[in-house]
């Protein structure tokens, strides 16, 4: 079995960005969807806001450490 890559902060940034991005195009696609379509791109920006909000907590977490001196 695979190991998993370690976390990567530094291009958490753009994640964040590339997260927001997919989302807002999501909802603009919800326009144009019906059915189980549309109840696929609803769960999806699910996942994607809580992703959102674990990688602000995630980027806050780290400005914290660097003024503390841990990274």
């Not at 190991?3 to 144009?32: G, H, Q, V, W, Y």
Request: charge should be negative; glycine fraction near 6%.
């Amino acid at each position: 079995m695979p190991r998993p890559l370690p976390n990567d902060s530094a291009d958490n940034k753009e994640r964040l960005n590339k997260t927001i991005d997919n989302m807002e195009a999501a909802e603009e696609a919800m326009s144009f969807a019906e059915g189980k379509e549309l109840a696929a791109i609803k769960e999806k920006n699910e996942r994607r806001k809580e992703a959102i909000d674990g990688l602000r907590k995630e980027i806050i977490e780290e400005g914290k450490s660097r003024i503390n001196g841990y990274i």
